[in-house]
């Protein structure tokens, strides 16, 4: 089966602009999740989607990102405006409900760099 | 509040060497744990979960890990590593909820040596 897509792969930007990455779950998986991995560190949850309704964006910042998860398939993530800070990694990942939601499958990943 | 700490941030080691790379969690209730590797510029790839069951966790790639309640620890080993080990390796919580909201550590780097 296909994995976890995601485009685009890199983007480097500078501080003020706006940017957006796409997801592509896997078919079939209603949750899907997108992380801010800074480098060093462990991936960070920022919002979690079931189907179409978010289940949980409490580390989202919600003042500069936000996302949306239309007909509960593909996902945009958006940054506006971007800081510096927000370098990072971002990942997608999904999996179905029931007892498998804690088995995630993770796509590529898109490498922001804020210049 | 739920953290998990992954005692050291790089770990060299020759080829055909045993490793263990070590999680500590932190919960006052309790927790699904997981090993995740990440290959360079790739994503996350699950290596093996502990839900229940036997304490010994046995997952891909030759790796297990041994859950242990009393000392909070969840740590991975292999017996032998091959160069094709070298990754970064991230040790995850969450709790018995139906989110599936996972927690990660800080990461360790596994270099293996010729």
């Known amino acids: 089966e296909a994995g976890v897509a995601q485009s685009p792969r890199y983007k480097i930007i500078e501080k003020r602009q706006s940017v957006a990455f796409w997801c592509n779950p896997i078919?079939?998986?209603?949750?899907l999740y997108w992380y801010q991995q800074i480098l060093g560190q462990g991936p960070k949850l920022l919002i979690q989607f079931q189907n179409n309704g978010v289940v949980d964006d409490s580390q989202l910042p919600k003042d500069r990102f936000s996302a949306e998860r239309l007909k509960g398939v593909d996902s945009t993530l958006k940054i506006q405006p971007a800081k510096l800070e927000d370098s990072a990694v971002y990942l997608c990942?999904?999996?179905?409900?029931?007892?498998?939601?804690?088995?995630?499958?993770f796509g590529p990943g898109t490498r922001l760099t804020v210049t | 509040a739920q953290s998990v700490t992954q005692l050291d941030s790089q770990v060299p080691v020759f080829e055909e060497a045993p490793v263990e790379l070590r999680c500590n969690y932190s919960?006052?209730?309790?927790?699904?744990l997981f090993w995740y590797v990440q290959y360079p510029n790739q994503g996350l790839q699950l290596l093996l979960k502990?839900?229940?069951?036997?304490?010994l966790v046995k997952g891909i790639n030759g790796f297990e890990a041994e859950f242990n309640k009393s000392q909070t620890s969840f740590h991975l080993r292999k017996p032998s590593v091959h160069i094709s080990d070298t990754a970064e390796y991230f040790c995850?919580?969450?709790?018995?909820?139906?989110?599936?909201?996972?927690?990660f550590g800080q990461g360790t780097t596994l270099q293996v040596k010729p």
């Open positions: 990942a999904s999996s179905v409900v029931g007892t498998a939601i804690y088995e995630q499958y």
């Open positions: 502990y839900l229940s069951g036997s304490t």
């Open positions: 995850a919580v969450t709790f018995f909820s139906n989110t599936g909201k996972l927690i």
């Open positions: 919960s006052s209730v309790s927790v699904y």
């Open positions: 078919s079939g998986h209603a949750t």
